[in-house]
């Protein structure tokens, strides 16, 4: 099984930044397919999640308006595009699959900084 996340990086506030997380090793499509995130000294937060057909989402408040999730069944791959990046959403980024068993990537920097 892996689930692996790419695309964080170093953006300006206001800036956009788009992440993947590629899933293989187990039925992609079956899976409720998660974002959360992580600062320091923090709890794991959840910021995102989308239903396995794709036509359910959820979102942190801090988020909504601002970042959208979405899948390619066909790809195995969730993507969370964020837009308006704010400092305070500076964190490593998880990728999480859950449908009975689950599985985390291993994360993706994001940091929004001037």
């Known amino acids: 099984v892996q689930v692996v996340e790419s695309g964080g990086g170093l953006v300006q506030p206001g800036g956009s930044l788009r992440l993947s997380c590629a899933a293989s090793?187990?039925?992609?499509?079956?899976?409720?397919m998660s974002w959360y995130r992580q600062v320091p000294g923090k709890e794991r937060e959840l910021v995102a999640r989308?239903?396995?057909?794709?036509?359910?989402?959820f979102y942190t408040d801090s988020v909504k308006g601002r970042f959208t999730i979405s899948r390619d069944n066909a790809k195995n791959t969730v993507y969370l595009q964020m837009n308006s990046l704010k400092p305070e959403d500076t964190a490593v980024y998880y990728c999480?699959?859950?449908?009975?068993?689950?599985?985390w990537g291993q994360g993706t920097q994001v940091t929004v900084s001037s």
């Open positions: 999480y699959a859950n449908g009975g068993f689950a599985y």
């Open positions: 090793g187990f039925t992609f499509s079956r899976y409720v």
């Open positions: 989308i239903s396995t057909a794709g036509d359910s989402t």
